[in-house]
């Protein structure tokens, strides 16, 4: 696999592993090698590199909002990844890493098409935009009347916010419907939501396979009574 790598990587990419082809004039991934690394000097071909994250199990989700600017109200949506989803960290120092816990993308840069598609077919204002708040483009929610570009810190980490999910009732104030295939992007992690099992409509049936999930986890129930506290009371009634 050829690479573009600029002179100032050079050593870089030779410390990971890539070798200089003299005749060719050209630095390569030698066969044997895993190529994730070197995925930012991979030529033209971004679409074909690894996802950040992937999760099999994930659920477009909305909830509503109101905008900062214009203050009309409407259906953000995010993309809420079940646990066991993965992240996986191309970089030095990172490797594949399977999460125990429910998470929202955030700061998404990279989409993958299909899950990008099923978005717009539930809020066609969800596009890329450039966040003036964190100098960067990513996909981001607009506001359907004057196409403000609503943050993602707004979205989930300020108690306002759509997706701020701390106690049950932000739950129910969500919809989720399951994505038909697998989630993948290039994302941030917002992690910490054990409710998010809540939301109506996690853990239904995949619209397009018909195959369930798996039963939703039970409510917490309150401790089961102690059959021999139960029978010494009785006892205690009785004399
Ligand atoms: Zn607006």
Same mark, same amino acid.
């Given at each position: 696999?050829?690479?573009?790598?600029?002179?100032?990587?050079?050593?870089?990419?030779?410390?990971?592993?890539?070798?200089?082809?003299?005749?060719?004039?050209?630095?390569?991934?030698?066969?044997?090698?895993?190529?994730?690394?070197?995925?930012?000097?991979?030529?033209?071909?971004?679409?074909?590199?690894?996802?950040?994250?992937?999760?099999?199990?994930?659920?477009?989700?909305?909830?509503?909002?109101?905008?900062?600017?214009?203050?009309?109200?409407? /259906?953000?949506?995010?993309?809420?990844?079940?646990?066991?989803?993965?992240?996986?960290?191309?970089?030095?120092?990172?490797?594949?890493?399977?999460?125990?816990?429910?998470?929202?993308?955030?700061?998404?840069?990279?989409?993958?098409?299909?899950?990008?598609?099923?978005?717009?077919?539930?809020?066609?204002?969800?596009? /890329?935009?450039?966040?003036?708040?964190?100098?960067?483009?990513?996909?981001?929610?607009?506001?359907?009347?004057?196409?403000?570009?609503?943050?993602?810190?707004?979205?989930?980490?300020?108690?306002?916010?759509?997706?701020?999910?701390?106690?049950?009732?932000?739950?129910?104030?969500?919809?989720?419907?399951?994505?038909?295939?697998?989630?993948?992007?290039?994302?941030?992690?917002?992690?910490?939501?054990?409710?998010?099992?809540?939301?109506?409509?996690?853990?239904?049936?995949?619209?397009?396979?018909?195959?369930?999930?798996?039963?939703?986890?039970?409510?917490?129930?309150?401790?089961?009574?102690?059959?021999?506290?139960?029978?010494?009371?009785?006892?205690?009634?009785?004399?």
């Amino acid at each position: 696999m050829d690479l573009k790598v600029p002179f100032s990587d050079k050593d870089e990419a030779k410390r990971l592993g890539a070798r200089w082809n003299p005749q060719r004039r050209v630095w390569y991934v030698p066969p044997g090698v895993d190529p994730r690394p070197f995925a930012r000097w991979r030529s033209g071909q971004a679409t074909d590199q690894p996802y950040r994250i992937m999760s099999r199990e994930a659920y477009l989700v909305t909830a509503a909002e109101q905008c900062w600017r214009c203050k009309q109200g409407f /259906q953000a949506i995010a993309f809420l990844m079940s646990p066991g989803f993965i992240l996986d960290e191309p970089t030095e120092g990172g490797g594949r890493e399977r999460l125990a816990d429910w998470g929202f993308a955030e700061y998404i840069t990279r989409l993958s098409p299909e899950a990008a598609r099923f978005a717009q077919g539930v809020q066609p204002a969800y596009r /890329q935009g450039y966040s003036r708040t964190t100098e960067s483009r990513y996909w981001a929610n607009h506001c359907p009347s004057c196409s403000a570009l609503q943050g993602d810190f707004h979205l989930y980490s300020e108690p306002d916010g759509a997706f701020w999910l701390a106690e049950p009732e932000d739950a129910a104030r969500m919809q989720a419907r399951p994505l038909p295939g697998d989630f993948r992007a290039d994302a941030d992690i917002a992690l910490g939501h054990g409710d998010a099992w809540r939301i109506p409509g996690v853990r239904a049936t995949r619209p397009s396979s018909g195959r369930p999930f798996g039963p939703p986890p039970s409510p917490r129930s309150p401790p089961s009574p102690n059959p021999i506290l139960g029978w010494l009371r009785s006892l205690g009634r009785g004399s």
